[in-house]
């Protein structure tokens, strides 16, 4: 997965609207951290009494974002070593 792509991935899983850096690295590095904070609240969610489909859903959207995260901490890791 290009760079661009994740970017594009990542602002779409995060449903922002108006996203737009020019640096890929300050891209990453926001994008990670915007992960970060979704994946805390999804964590929080699951804490709660859910029914068998939100929890279902709760964990996809985890497991989505973990991918992402990892994804991104590689590519900004390929952008550092440039």
């Known amino acids: ?3 661009e792509k994740f970017i594009k991935n990542v602002v779409d899983i995060l449903e922002l609207d108006d996203f737009s850096e020019s640096k890929k690295k ?6 990670l951290k915007k992960l970060e904070h979704k994946k ?7 804490e709660k009494d859910l029914n ?6 709760a964990k996809e959207e ?3 974002i973990r991918y992402n995260i990892k ?4 590519l900004l890791e390929k952008l550092e070593k440039k």
């Not at 068998?52 to 859903?57: I, N, S, V």
């Not at 994804?71 to 590689?74: A, I, L, P, R, S």
């Open 71 to 74: 994804k991104g901490k590689k």
């Open 1 to 3: 997965m290009g760079i």
């Open 26 to 31: 300050k891209s990453i590095k926001k994008l």
């Open 40 to 46: 805390e609240k999804v964590k929080k969610h699951l």
């Open 52 to 57: 068998d489909k939100d929890k279902k859903e």
């Open 62 to 64: 985890l497991q989505l």
